[in-house]
């Protein structure tokens, strides 16, 4: 019987998430290379300038990669049955001390989103008032860091905290217990991917 070559699996997408500015961006690059998550992190200007929450709808609508299905299967490759994306939430990332109170709570509650083609996969997570406050909050940090400080501090932080896949539940039970973010969603679900798909 002669030698047949079967194409590898697809390595589908698993995830996308829309990151506020710098600092978001920093965790989810240090996330994605340390337990090779197969996600798209997307920012604006490499995250030297910031997407608001009152922004949010227009940018994810306006961007030629976002703004419909059929352009997030054709630039991700995420699974998709019966038109619908398996396995592959839109996180989106944001700061809510750029906003109003209604804003934010449409925000968190994901009415933002209602009536768009994004509204069954947006997973909106956020840092009341920002990530720097909810990080010192949960005692990662002792002081708000600079913003000349914050990428060596991220970067320790995450190194320290996140230095296996174990860290990851341990790095989730932490955050539950700060009130300024649900970002432990985040956390959880890429503890979730990386045992069901990057082992």
Sequence with gaps: MPNRRFPPPVNYCRAIVIVHGKSELLMMEYLK???????????????RSSIQVNGLLKFILSNTKLKSLSAVKKEFIPNVQDNKLIDCPIFTIMDLDDCNEREAALYKSGEMFKGT?????????????????AMKNAKFVDKLPSDKEKGKVYADLFQKELAGLKDLDEFKKKLEKCKNTNIEEL?????????????
């Design 117 to 133: 083609w994004v509204e069954d996969y947006v997973i909106p997570i956020w840092f009341s008032p920002h990530f720097d406050e």
């Design 33 to 47: 290379r340390k337990f090779r998550i197969n996600i798209v992190i997307i920012s604006n200007c490499n995250g």
């Design 187 to 199: 956390v959880e679900y890429c503890a979730y991917v990386v045992k069901k798909y990057e082992k």
